[in-house]
């Protein structure tokens, strides 16, 4: 007998979360097999597939568990009406610098763990959560000045110097 989160729906809410779902796991660089060997068979590949595609709905209990695998706050598994990014014609936007957070993970003492909160804070916003690199823009770039103890326009050469500046 079926459980009611794998009851099939086909809601318009239930393709918003299924799309939300597909997002999270695509930034996470990961397919649908490999979600299901990772989680030790947890999330089977052709029932995620259904949960993107809006065809069944997910339970709560399980789309925490979901939420805990791609390590996200839950809320970021559900839709959102009013999500917006800064407008990326203002002139503080172009000056962007790519941050490797996997390097900052491996430097310790308070500037770093503050500078890790911070740029978490930012993919909480953005709703991006790939975990190896994020982008932050010029505005960004003031906090992240205060935190390092750098003038503003030094913070990139900083960045650089500590190798935290993310080369694909």
Do not use: H
Not at 6 to 34: C, H, N, T, W
Not at 88 to 115: N, R, V
């Amino acid at each position: 007998m079926r459980e009611f989160d794998d009851d099939a729906m086909s809601s318009p809410y239930s393709r918003k979360v299924g799309e939300r779902l597909r997002v999270i796991r695509r930034q996470k660089r990961l397919s649908l097999q490999e979600v299901e060997a990772t989680s030790s068979e947890e999330f089977k590949a052709s029932v995620l597939g259904a949960y993107e595609r809006g065809e069944r709905a997910i339970s709560v209990p399980r789309l925490e568990r979901l939420a805990k695998f791609y390590n996200v706050p839950v809320d970021q598994l559900l839709p959102r009406e009013d999500v917006t990014g800064p407008d990326e014609t203002e002139p503080s936007a172009s000056k962007k610098l790519a941050i490797d957070l996997i390097k900052l993970t491996q430097l310790s003492g308070q500037p770093f763990e503050m500078l890790t909160r911070f740029l978490k804070m930012i993919q909480v916003q953005r709703q991006d959560f790939n975990g190896k690199v994020i982008t932050v823009r010029g505005d960004d770039t003031r906090a992240i000045a205060a935190m390092l103890d750098v003038p503003v326009d030094q913070v990139g050469q900083r960045l650089d110097a500590l190798d935290l500046l993310f080369r694909p």
